[in-house]
């Protein structure tokens, strides 16, 4: 059972930082276009990545507070990436989250006239969560692939 939860948060933590870099590799090449371009590629994401997210995200906060919970004497290396995975969820509750509800109801042709700073705000926010999530499934894969244990 422990090995099954550990690859479980491996499995989705993995998942989900894969998923944070590859948003922030996108938002990054639409810094060079306008508020209307800006306007409709978000209008494309927030049709279903937020769903990816949650089809991610929940399950890995879930197996990996399920693997610290379960842990016997080392349980650092999950703590540290439940509270990075925490880290992930509240910046997404208190930033990205109320800017992708505002954002879907921007008008392609006329977007906000500060449009381009509450891009910025968002796109922040989001590589906070995605070396949070980076650095969360890095602790947790180094620690499966970590030198084996005495038993």
């Known amino acids: 059972m422990d090995r099954l ?8 933590t993995g998942a989900f930082a894969g998923f944070l870099l590859g948003v922030l590799v996108l938002e990054n090449s639409l810094r060079q276009y306008g508020g209307d ?3 409709q590629v978000r209008h ?7 769903t990816l997210a949650i089809a991610t995200l929940i ?11 379960r ?7 999950p ?12 910046t997404s509750i208190a930033v990205n989250l109320p800017i992708n509800a ?19 705000r968002w796109q ?11 650095a969360a499934f890095g602790a947790l894969a180094g620690a499966a692939v970590g030198p084996a244990r005495r038993t």
């Open 124 to 134: 922040a926010a989001h590589l906070v969560r995605t070396i949070a999530a980076l």
């Open 71 to 77: 842990a016997r004497g080392r349980r650092l290396v």
């Open 59 to 69: 399950p890995a906060l879930l197996t990996t507070a399920i693997l610290l919970i």
């Open 5 to 12: 939860v550990r690859a479980a948060s491996l499995v989705f």
């Open 102 to 120: 505002d954002q879907a109801d921007w008008v392609v042709q006329n977007p906000p006239a500060d449009w381009a700073a509450i891009r910025d």
């Open 44 to 50: 494309v994401e927030l049709d279903a990545l937020d």
């Open 37 to 39: 371009v800006y306007t």
């Open 79 to 90: 703590l540290v990436a439940l509270a990075l995975l925490v880290v992930v969820l509240a």
